[in-house]
């Protein structure tokens, strides 16, 4: 089955304590991207990965970094978490043969305190 | 900047009617347009994807059209069903970068039976 899954679903953390969310994709797909969503702001990109060490900025991308190394994976990490970083976390993968349709996983809601 | 408009924001309708969703953008100069359905909390379906060079796409009892020249997309619903209700959400990617979705700000369906 095509999935693209999330870890942790759910996860309520402290100011400063580096975490990282895990994104995995078993299609194949060399294009994956972070969102976040928040109330009033809709869906943002904060980094996307066009292949294996391809990545590139999105339209928030402050307090974050990602890694791709496996064309499997793509870590959204948060070195130093804020409360302005509380929000829900969606991966998505998408391939150019397929013009881009996008995959999303089931998201990750994190709270920062 | 590519600024995608949903209108509604909410719709509530009786089981059984046919309704239109309405999507429009600023900029003509798209990849493709996704439609996207999103239960609260959860992560987001693809729907329909309509690539620049189309029309429509059909999907069972949905219905999604674009006219790139006036900005505007609709998504059409037959029938509707309770399990309908969900929050829909449309996104373009320019046509230089096919993978760069910019979302609209959803329409919150309620389908009452």
């Known amino acids: 089955e095509a999935q693209v899954t999330q870890n942790p679903r759910y996860l309520i953390t402290v100011t400063g304590k580096k975490l990282t969310v895990t994104c995995s994709q078993n299609?194949?797909?060399?294009?994956m991207s972070w969102y976040r969503q928040d109330p009033g702001l809709g869906l943002r990109q904060i980094y996307y990965?066009?292949?294996?060490?391809?990545?590139d900025k999105g339209d928030v991308p402050e307090g974050y970094k990602v890694s791709r190394k496996e064309k499997r994976n793509f870590p959204l990490i948060l070195e130093s978490p804020s409360p302005n970083q509380t929000s829900l976390y969606f991966c998505?993968?998408?391939?150019?043969?397929?013009?881009?349709?996008?995959?999303f996983g089931p998201g990750t809601r994190l709270t920062v305190t | 900047k590519q600024e995608v408009t949903q209108i509604p924001a909410a719709l509530s309708v009786p089981e059984g009617e046919n309704l239109v969703l309405n999507c429009s953008f600023t900029?003509?100069?798209?990849?493709?347009l996704q439609w996207f359905r999103q239960d609260p909390g959860k992560g987001l379906t693809s729907l329909l994807l309509?690539?620049?060079?189309?029309r429509e796409q059909t999907s069972g009892r949905l219905n999604a059209s674009l006219d790139k020249s006036s900005g505007r997309s609709t998504l059409y619903i037959a029938a509707s069903q309770p399990g309908d209700s969900a929050t829909y959400l449309c996104?373009?990617?320019?046509?230089?970068?096919?993978?760069?979705?910019?979302f609209g700000g959803g329409t919150r369906l309620m389908v009452k039976p």
């Open positions: 998505a993968t998408g391939h150019r043969g397929g013009s881009y349709e996008q995959y």
């Open positions: 299609m194949n797909h060399e294009y």
């Open positions: 990965s066009m292949n294996v060490e391809v990545t």
């Open positions: 900029d003509s100069a798209i990849y493709n």
């Open positions: 309509i690539q620049s060079s189309q």
């Open positions: 996104a373009v990617s320019p046509r230089n970068a096919g993978n760069m979705l910019t």
